[in-house]
Antibody, heavy 121, light 110 residues
Framework: EVQLLESGGGLVQPGESLRLSCAAS????????MSWVRQAPGKGLEWVSG????????YYADSVKGRFTISRDNSKNTLYLQMNSLRAEDTALYYC??????????????WGQGTLVTVSS | QSVLTQPPSASGTPGQRVTISCSGS????????VNWYQQLPGTAPKLLIY???QRPSGVPDRFSGSKSGTSASLAISGLQSEDEADYYC???????????FGGGTKLTVL
């Protein structure tokens, strides 16, 4: 059974940093691209960032480019999102999503339950 | 503002057929496949349709997708109360180099 378990969310002040993790199991992690997708309270889905199966390619939404860094450790079956210079508008539930593609980002067949990030003073 | 445009709401009665539209441009829907996600209240999104019209295993054949030019649509036939959810279209955008989601459509079963 595919499982994606996010962690690392919390309450931070504007300008601070946070690192999210997503522990994956139930599939061959190093064969698939992965992404982070967020959802602000009461709002729609927003794709944030994606990474290819071997970390050779990374992709970012304009809204986070230069502030967020996606990475993965295939030896640990774990996806990361380093978030710097956080803003109030980054407040959201952050989902980890498995891509059906190898190089991605494409379409997401499995999603975690999300980890909540709140940026507020 | 979302790059992909969906109606904010849709509704139907049990047994009815409803469609949800998704309008984009040549850099997204016009040149890439469209995927649809269903988000039931309080849960994570679920892949409903991929590659314009393919259903993952376990998704009932009441759900179908189509694409024409720079637009796509999701059709739900034999509407059921458990179909009440938010529906999102998505496609890769070649200009933005990333995935774009529509703003979402809240489906109400009357």
């Amino acid at each position: 059974e595919v499982q994606l378990l996010e962690s690392g969310g919390g309450l931070v002040q504007p300008g601070e940093s946070l690192r999210l993790s997503c522990a994956a199991s139930g599939f061959t992690f190093n064969k698939y691209a992965m992404s982070w997708v967020r959802q602000a309270p009461g709002k729609g889905l927003e794709w944030v960032s994606g990474i290819s199966h071997s970390s050779g390619s990374t992709y970012y939404a304009d809204s986070v480019k230069g502030r967020f860094t996606i990475s993965r450790d295939n030896s640990k079956n774990t996806l990361y999102l380093q978030m710097n210079s956080l803003r109030a508008e980054d407040t959201a539930l952050y989902y980890c999503a498995k891509d059906l593609n190898t190089y991605g980002p494409g379409y997401f067949d499995y999603w975690g339950q999300g980890t909540l990030v709140t940026v507020s003073s | 503002q979302s790059v992909l445009t969906q109606p904010p709401s849709a509704s139907g009665t049990p047994g009815q057929r409803v469609t949800i539209s998704c309008s984009g441009s040549s850099s997204n829907i016009g040149s890439n496949t469209v995927n649809w996600y269903q988000q039931l209240p309080g849960t994570a999104p679920k892949l409903l349709i991929y590659s314009n019209n393919q259903r993952p295993s376990g998704v009932p054949d009441r759900f179908s997708g189509s694409k024409s030019g720079t637009s796509a649509s999701l059709a739900i036939s034999g509407l059921q109360s458990e179909d009440e959810a938010d529906y999102y279209c998505a496609a890769y955008d070649d200009s933005l180099n990333g995935v774009e989601f529509g703003g979402g459509t809240k489906l109400t079963v009357l």
